[in-house]
Structures are given as structure tokens and as C-alpha cells.
């Protein structure tokens, strides 16, 4: 009886499962919407001639100059491909056509995992790397000895660690986009709040949702504003002075936000929102910690921990002036990691076995990689994504101009969920909608900031991005980060919104009190 009348408990889906399930929805898409296709242009650094990409013709090659650009009308300078600034095929306005539809099956889902977890081979070889990187620093002891002393030091300022970290992430998005290479972050930072007294969730806000809305408030990103900037025919420095001022705007909400909930937890555990999941958290990443047991900070210990600090500035620097992208990164890691086992004073077993336990922990966040971009790849192969762009700029094209940039705001909200990669959603959007501020009599560069803003609203929450990644990494529910992100995407869209507008009416005004030409 009493069996009977014990209540059910709810237990929310795995990020495995919820990519599942769009995966399924994805395939069922591809029986609604059409499939259709704009013209592609590249340009063939070999030969230095343009290329045209179109659907169900051969492909055609035309001069790289200028009057090639105007004819095709895209108002995008040349030296913006002959210098490699735009590697990605560019949408040509007006050539969207209706195509054979490319439906997808049931045999899609199992191959378009598999296909998706080969493309992201090098993402997960750079977390495997990472993780065994971890497991052989644990081995040493060194991550519980700096722990100890970080822990005496920071003792009633606490949230100076949490500060510290946030305006680094908020500077690391707005500069080079972070968000990715910050994962790298969450193995060594989660222990370290856990020990401060706070939860998994102020880490994840401190590292994701602070580079996260340092990328929304993109100033010089070479992979969001820049690219979206010059895919619009603009320079990315108009405006900057707007996407900067939401920058300070985004930041303080984010840092406020943190001080509140991590008040709250400190002052009463039981208001984090991951309460019931704190024993597994803290046998995950707090089992070789007791903090009543000393632990000598040597200085083999920190030296090893100088080297793994050292990792994250060579990396960013690789990112942004090196043209680094995940090989690279992962091979620095790995000659740092050797370099960590000469000195770490452990046997070659324990090396090994230190570097095979990290990185083994880490599977499940590998595949979770793979599972989202298997995503992406049924909605690519079925077509479906050029057809959504070319209704959604119809559906605004016309409007007034505070209507059209708010509509345009919501547009790009709903397209980053489509194309979940900053600089994909603008090679493929801005050459069509940026246009679409011409004919309304609006600046080009708020079109960018809309993109900008919108998309990343999306991306806090998109499964196809980096959150489920991030979650699973940290085993944290996905409906209890949807709980806690909530309010900083209201932050985001209301303080988008309000700048879009404001930028408008400011143009409008400046447009109206201009003296007109004398004849």
C-alpha cells in the first residue's frame, strides 16, 4: 500500500536523450519544410578566381574583381576573400530556388551519428587530451594541494574568484569567442568552487554564461562580428560603440546574478538548484579532497600547476594570432601533459594509468559532441536551412524600421537554433539580410548587432551548441540550467532589444535633422 502511494519521481532526460530526440525531429523536418538552395560564391585561392556553387548545375568561374561582387550584388570587398578573411561560401541575394526534396529516414539517424561523431574528431581528441592531462595532475596531488592553499587565502572573499573568472570569460568572448576552448576550464575550476562552498551551476555561469554573453556582445570577435561585418560589406568597427556599451551592461548583469545565487548557496545549500545532485558532484570532483588532511604545497607541485596554467594563455594566444584551432590546441596540451609526466615523479604505470582514467571520464561529453553535430548534418543534407532563411527575410522585409530590426532580432533568435555556429549563421544570413536595412533606410551594422544578439539568446539554451556539452561535462540536468540561465537571456533580449531601438531612432533623428542639399 504504502509502495502504491509513494509518488513518481520525474527524473528529467540525459543530454543523450534530448539529442535523441531532436535528432528525430530534425529527420521528420525534412518531410515538412521544402528544401531549397541559394547559390554559393567562393573563391579558389589556386586558381584566384570566384567560384559559383549552384544546385543541379556546373559549376561556374568567374574573375575575382569587384565587378564580379556588384554584378552578383554583394556588397562585400575583395580583399576580404583574396586575404583569407572569408574562407566560408557566401549567399548570393536572389538566388534562392526551390529543389528536389532531400527527405530523410530512419537510416539517416544511426549514420548521421556515426558521421557527425568522425566530424568532431578533433574536438573530442582535444578533450581526451585534456582529461588525461587532469588525471595525471590528481595523481600528484597538486590540484589538492594548490586547493588548500587557495581555499586559506580566499577565505571570506570568495567571490573574488568568481569576479576574477567571469570578467576573464567576458573578455575572452568579446575578443575571440572563448566559448569553446573554455570547456578546457571546467575540470580544474569546478573543484575549486565546490571548495569555496559554491555549486557546479556558479562554475557553469561563471565560465559559459560569462563568455557566452561576452560573445553576444561581440567587439572585435574574429569569428562572429568581424566575419558577420565584412560577410554585410561593412567594417566591423561600426558599431562597436553600441556592442561595447552592452557589453558592460551584459557583464554586470551576469556578475550581479552570480553574487546573488552564490550568496544564497553559501548562506543555504539547500537553495542551490542542484541540491539532490550534490553528493555525486562532490564524489566526482571532491573524492581525493579532504580538507582536513595537509597536504604539502611543494614546489614540484607547483610548478606542475605553473605548466597547466600556462596552457590556457598559449592557447588563446594560438586561437587568436596562430590560427590555432583543435589539433593545435590538443598538441599543446599533450607537450605540456609530457612535460608534467617527467616531472611529475610518478611511474611509468601510474602515468599511464593517471592519463587513461582522465580521459575515459571524459566519453561521455566526446559523444555528446558527435550527437549534435550528427544534428546539424540532417538538416545540411536535407536542405532545409536555406528555405527557412529566404521565408524569414521576407517575413520582415518592408517593415518599419524599429519593427524590421526587432523582427530581425527574433529572426535570428530562431536561425541559431537552425545553424548553431556563429560564423556559418553569417556567411549564410548577413549577405540576405543586410540588404534589407538598405531598403528600410537603416545602418547595415545593427542588422550585425541583431545577429549578434539573437543568436546567442539561442545559443544559452540550443541543444545543438555547446550547453548540452557543458552540462554533461558537469553532469548537470539540462531543465535545472534552463531554471538558472532564464533570467540572463531575458538580460540579453532586453538589453538587445533596447539598443537595437535606441540605434534606429538616433539614425532616424540625425537622418531628419540634416540639412537637405541645396540645388
Not at 259 to 264: E, I, R, V
Not at 478 to 505: D, E, H, R, T, Y
Amino acid at each position: 500500500m504504502e509502495a502504491s502511494n509513494k509518488k513518481k519521481v520525474f527524473n528529467f532526460p540525459s543530454a543523450f536523450t534530448i539529442l535523441f530526440f531532436i535528432l528525430i525531429l530534425a529527420v521528420g523536418l525534412t518531410w515538412v519544410i521544402p528544401s531549397g538552395s541559394y547559390s554559393k560564391l567562393t573563391y579558389n585561392t589556386t586558381d584566384k578566381v570566384f567560384v559559383v556553387k549552384t544546385y543541379g548545375e556546373q559549376d561556374k568561374t568567374y574573375p575575382a574583381t569587384e565587378e564580379t561582387l556588384n554584378n552578383l550584388n554583394i556588397k562585400i570587398k575583395l580583399s576580404n576573400f583574396t586575404e583569407g578573411v572569408i574562407k566560408k561560401p557566401i549567399a548570393i541575394p536572389g538566388t534562392y530556388q526551390r529543389i528536389t526534396q532531400h527527405y530523410k529516414g530512419i537510416k539517416d539517424i544511426p549514420i548521421s551519428m556515426v558521421e557527425g561523431t568522425i566530424e568532431a574528431v578533433d574536438v573530442m581528441v582535444f578533450i581526451f587530451v585534456l582529461g588525461g592531462m587532469i588525471g595525471v595532475i590528481n595523481r600528484t596531488g597538486s590540484f589538492n594541494a594548490g586547493l588548500m592553499a587557495l581555499a586559506r587565502r580566499t577565505k571570506g572573499n570568495e567571490f573574488m574568484i568568481v569576479f576574477s573568472v567571469s570578467v576573464l570569460m567576458v573578455l575572452g568572448g568579446t575578443t575571440c569567442g572563448i566559448e569553446e576552448e573554455a570547456v578546457a576550464f571546467y575540470p580544474i575550476l569546478v573543484p575549486v568552487f565546490l571548495a569555496l562552498g559554491y555549486d557546479a551551476i556558479v562554475c557553469v555561469g561563471a565560465i559559459f554564461l560569462a563568455s557566452s554573453m561576452g560573445t553576444a556582445f561581440s567587439t572585435i570577435n574574429p569569428f562572429s562580428v568581424v566575419i558577420a561585418s565584412n560577410a554585410a560589406g561593412i567594417q566591423f568597427t561600426e558599431g562597436i560603440g553600441f556592442r561595447a556599451l552592452g557589453l558592460v551592461l551584459g557583464a554586470t548583469c551576469v556578475i550581479a546574478y552570480l553574487y546573488w545565487y552564490g550568496k544564497k548557496v553559501k548562506a543555504d545549500p539547500s537553495f542551490s538548484y542542484t541540491y539532490e545532485d550534490r553528493e555525486e558532484f562532490y564524489h566526482r570532483y571532491m573524492k581525493n579532497f579532504d580538507p582536513n588532511t595537509v597536504l604539502e604545497f611543494t614546489l614540484r607541485r607547483k610548478l606542475i600547476l605553473i605548466l597547466f596554467c600556462i596552457a590556457f594563455p598559449m592557447m588563446i594566444w594560438g586561437v587568436m594570432a596562430g590560427g590555432w584551432w583543435f589539433p593545435q590546441m590538443a598538441a599543446s596540451f599533450l607537450s605540456i601533459t609530457i612535460i608534467i609526466m617527467f616531472i611529475s615523479g610518478l611511474k611509468e604505470k601510474e602515468i599511464v594509468e593517471s592519463f587513461t582514467e582522465g580521459a575515459s571520464e571524459l566519453v561521455g561529453v566526446s559523444l555528446i559532441i558527435g550527437l549534435a553535430r550528427g544534428v546539424n548534418l540532417v538538416l545540411e543534407q536535407g536542405m532545409i536551412s536555406d528555405t527557412i532563411l529566404d521565408y524569414m527575410s521576407n517575413l520582415v522585409s518592408g517593415m518599419p524600421g524599429s519593427v524590421f530590426i526587432l523582427g530581425q532580432l527574433v529572426v535570428f533568435i530562431f536561425l541559431g537554433l537552425i545553424v548553431p555556429s556563429s560564423s556559418g549563421l553569417a556567411v549564410l544570413s548577413m549577405p540576405i539580410m543586410a540588404p534589407l536595412a538598405d531598403a528600410v533606410g537603416i545602418p547595415r551594422d545593427i542588422v550585425v548587432s541583431a545577429y549578434n544578439w539573437g543568436q546567442y539568446a539561442m545559443l544559452f539554451l540550443a541543444p545543438t551548441g555547446l550547453v548540452l556539452v557543458t552540462l554533461q561535462m558537469l553532469h548537470i540536468p539540462f531543465n535545472k540550467w534552463v531554471k538558472f540561465v532564464m533570467p540572463m537571456i531575458g538580460c540579453l533580449l532586453v538589453i538587445g532589444a533596447i539598443l537595437l531601438v535606441v540605434q534606429v531612432s538616433l539614425y532616424s533623428c540625425l537622418l531628419y535633422t540634416s540639412p537637405s542639399p541645396r540645388d
